[in-house]
């Protein structure tokens, strides 16, 4: 026979073969017996063959008598008011005295510094491992400075690190993180 004629035929044994594989397991994969998940099941299977048994009811115990619940005079669908709470003790009103406005003495302490008007937008490294700041202000050309070194007459590097530079007035007030913006 040519091979033509063998695929059809192979791939109907094929179909064939699958259905009945199908039909054989499809009831194996279902749980025969549900297991809740607080292990407390109503019906029980015996271990020895799984026959499925009716729970334990006790019939004679819904005949007995029971205690009746009591007279309540609440009731959740009639509407009522509240009643009014009970009437406080009076109270003695207590005088605080007003604090007195506290009145610097002396001259008036010095404005703040402003803050240093520099950005800075990057670190040269030279051969011999010296860090160069770059620093702009915006209006000329970038300027650069070492640590310790004097800026536009008025500041001073302090330390310069990866991402930012440590920056004074010249007196050593107004210490301020310069963080690096790349612009």
């Known amino acids: 026979m040519p091979v033509e004629r063998w695929r059809p035929l192979l791939l109907a044994v094929l179909v064939v073969a699958l259905a009945v594989v199908i039909y054989i397991e499809w009831p194996r ?20 063959s799984n026959v499925v048994t009716a729970p334990d009811v006790h019939l004679k115990s819904l005949d007995e008598d029971h205690t009746k619940p009591g007279e309540v005079e609440r009731n959740l669908f009639r509407f009522r008011a509240k009643p009014a709470p009970p009437p406080q003790a009076p109270r003695t009103a207590v005088v605080v005295p007003s604090p007195q406005p506290v009145v610097p003495s002396g001259p008036p302490p010095p404005p703040p510094l402003p803050p240093i008007a520099l950005k800075f937008i990057g670190v040269l490294e030279t051969a011999n491992t010296q860090k160069i700041a770059v620093l702009s202000d915006g209006r000329g050309a970038p300027l650069y400075g070492k640590e310790g070194d004097t800026i536009l007459g008025q500041y001073k590097i302090l330390h310069i ?11 050593g007030r107004g210490r301020q993180t310069i963080r690096l913006s790349g612009s």
């Open 161 to 171: 690190g990866v991402e930012s530079i440590e920056m004074a007035y010249l007196d």
């Open 29 to 48: 994969t279902a749980d025969p017996v549900r297991t809740t998940s607080n292990g407390r099941g109503t019906a029980r299977v015996s271990s020895a």
